[in-house]
């Protein structure tokens, strides 16, 4: 990455606009953080929250990723988790239902129709989501202090409490979408980006506390701080990671001239589905987390007993969410790199521009070689990814220590959408130039 062109970037008064307006909605996203959905006694619900969620690994790790939202019990509590659903279900109809798939081959036009649909079904999912948390609030309150800090709602105060969180939901989507159009990178992971930075000083007093007048636990901080680096560095190489495919280009005859063939090469990515896939295993661990909550305060013993269950099932402390969170990761690598990369329309845009990769036959050929590579790269790529999520359990088990809490899933997040971003930034920088000449 050259960083002279972070200079011109900064000198270009379009892309100067463009980080700027990025800056300003991450601002706005942070302050909505903290505004609280309305409720009769803030004092007691701010109470009942911070005892909660420091008693709830699940909450907690979910309170990470909204930036503190959650436990502010924020108009924005639920983050992008229902546009992220939203997404997951979109792609995976889009890969079995005919008409969504031939919209994913239309272009830019079928893009904004899928997106349209997201949105759309953003909508039902964020009521049914907000209905849950509010629900789950309220029971939880009064099983654990039997007092409903919500305030027992009406059926006109319940309408209020879900259409609030649902439209913050819905703007924050909006946000996200505002910052991919008008400034620079992906909004989505830039707003999960800010939500995790937010919380890194309340990490870093935690790591402090944990250390403080222990010689040993000092030890472990330093190689903990050692593993921090290492893993960056391992993250930054899986990133920038390509295996170079060749390709050459026969001689063309225009206008009765000769054009000398060309030798060139096709980057292809380890990771080409990025961040995403993180986002995604994250998004589906949360389900039975959250429905062990909402079943845990069930009358009917066999329901009650399943969300016992599911609560020490997916711990995130257990092996049971590391070993799914592994093969989550590895899957949605695979499946989403099967939506952004395809070898057939490349082997045929190949074909068309008279190229070809030595040694292999342009047409099927070239299409089932793209495929192997491709299943060979993801194979490692998705691996690394999940080696790096599910690398705090095995942290904590081999040391038996809670200064790993901190997830390399946030780190992983973090590094790659820093990465990612500074990339398009680059790029127009580099669009900006050629454009003055």
Known sequence: MNLSYLKQAYKSPEIRRRILTVLALLVIFRLLSHVPVPVPDNAALARFLTALFNSNAILGFANIFSGGALQNFSIIMMGLGPY????IIIQLLSQVIPQLESLKKEGEMGRRKLNQYTRLLTLPLAIAQAFGMVFLVQQTSLSMQGVDVIG??????????????????????????????????????????????????????????????????????????????VVIAFIVVLNEGTRNIPVSYAKRTRSDRVYAGVDTHLPIRVITAGVIPII??????????????????????????????????????????????????????????????????????????????????????????????????????????????????????????????????????????????????????????????
């Open 152 to 229: 027992k709602p009406n059926l006109l105060g319940w309408i209020m409490l879900i259409t609030t969180i649902t439209a913050g939901s819905l703007l924050l989507m909006w946000l996200g979408e505002i910052i991919t159009e008008k400034g620079v990178g992906n909004g989505i992971s830039l707003i999960i980006f800010c939500g995790i930075i937010a919380s890194l000083p309340a990490s870093a007093g935690q790591l402090s506390s944990l250390v403080s007048g222990d010689p040993a636990k000092m030890v472990t901080a330093v190689g903990f701080l050692i593993a921090v680096v």
């Open 280 to 437: 995604f295993a994250l998004a589906f661990l949360s389900i039975p987390g959250l429905l062990s909550q909402v079943l845990s305060h069930a009358t009917t013993p066999w329901v009650a007993g399943l969300a016992r269950n599911l609560s020490e099932w997916f711990s995130p402390n257990g092996w049971i969410y590391a070993a799914s969170y592994f093969v989550l990761v590895i899957g949605f690598t695979y499946f989403y790199t099967s939506v952004v990369f395809n070898p057939k329309e490349i082997a045929e845009n190949l074909q068309k521009q008279g190229g070809f990769i030595p040694g292999i036959r342009p047409g099927n050929q070239t299409m089932g070689y793209l495929q192997r590579v491709m299943n060979r790269i993801t194979l490692a790529g998705a691996t690394g990814l999940a080696i790096v999520a599910v690398l705090p359990f095995l942290a904590r088990y081999l040391t038996n220590s809670q200064i790993f809490t901190i997830g390399g899933t946030s780190l992983l997040i973090v590094v790659s959408v820093a990465l990612e971003t500074l990339k398009q930034l680059e790029a127009q920088a580099i669009t900006t130039s050629y454009e003055q000449y």
């Open 84 to 87: 992220i659903n939203a997404s």
